[in-house]
């Protein structure tokens, strides 16, 4: 089943925070992060392997709440290269699979 | 180190006809994911290929269909194609060390973008 994803989309200034979210009615093993730009492919941001664990990189971070089966990608002091469709997905050990949840666009204005 | 390669970029077909999508992984990956995505429903897993084999499925008609050569290159067919088959085709490959994409870096390509007159 198809992890939810909120917002769906947001606008930014350059400088703001902002958060994604990412939700999942089936017990996760994985949460996976990628952030897709226009006309491009999606491009890995992170996975989080474990319940509580959280990582990042930049000012880019995410948590991942097995027990809450969510995951929240953190964007710190958003530049313009942020701009894309963030999308997580989730990983069942008892499937083998990834499932992708619709996405949520980030447009960082100047 | 190259990255994946899809083949070919962009297609038009019209209705009842088949397609046939090719898609190559960066060296060494055996694991081959493909992805159909369309605007308002994200990247929906299409299969994935590991060692000749599928290892997983999603839930599209039989009319989608793939294979997986000895050297770790994917093909995807579909056939009897629809209006609603338009979209963007991602293949994404990774090592597939692990029993299944769960938990291992996916690296996409370009896509295909097909278009359904």
């Known amino acids: 089943q198809q992890p939810v994803q909120s917002p769906q989309a947001v606008i930014l200034r350059e400088g703001e925070d902002a958060v994604i979210n990412c939700s999942s009615s089936?017990?996760?093993?994985?949460v996976h992060w990628y952030r897709q730009k226009h006309g491009e492919a999606p491009v890995f941001l992170m996975i989080?392997?474990?319940?509580?664990e959280q990582k990042g990189h930049d000012k880019i971070s995410a948590s991942f709440n097995e027990k809450k089966q969510q995951s929240s990608l953190y964007l710190t002091a958003s530049q313009l290269s942020y701009s894309g469709t963030y999308f997580c997905?989730?990983?069942?050990?008892?499937?083998?699979?990834?499932?992708f949840g619709q996405g949520t666009t980030l447009q960082v204005k100047p | 180190k190259a990255g994946v390669t899809q083949t070919p970029r962009y297609l038009i077909k019209t209705r009842g006809q088949q397609v046939t999508l090719s898609c190559s992984p960066i060296?060494?990956?055996?694991?081959v994911s493909w992805y159909q995505q369309t605007p308002g429903q994200g990247l929906q897993f299409l299969f994935e290929?590991?060692?000749?084999?599928?290892?997983n499925k999603g839930n599209f008609p039989g009319r989608f269909s793939g294979r997986q050569f000895s050297n770790s290159r994917s093909e995807m067919n579909v056939s009897t194609l629809e209006l609603g088959d338009s979209a963007l085709y991602l293949c994404?490959?990774?090592?597939?060390?692990?029993?299944?994409?769960?938990?291992?870096?996916?690296?996409f390509g370009p896509g295909t973008r097909l278009l359904v007159l």
């Open positions: 989080l392997l474990k319940g509580g």
């Open positions: 060296s060494g990956h055996r694991s």
């Open positions: 290929y590991f060692s000749e084999t599928q290892r």
């Open positions: 994404a490959s990774s090592l597939g060390l692990a029993g299944g994409t769960y938990q291992e870096t996916q690296y």
């Open positions: 997905g989730s990983g069942s050990s008892n499937t083998g699979k990834l499932i």
């Open positions: 089936k017990a996760l093993y994985s």
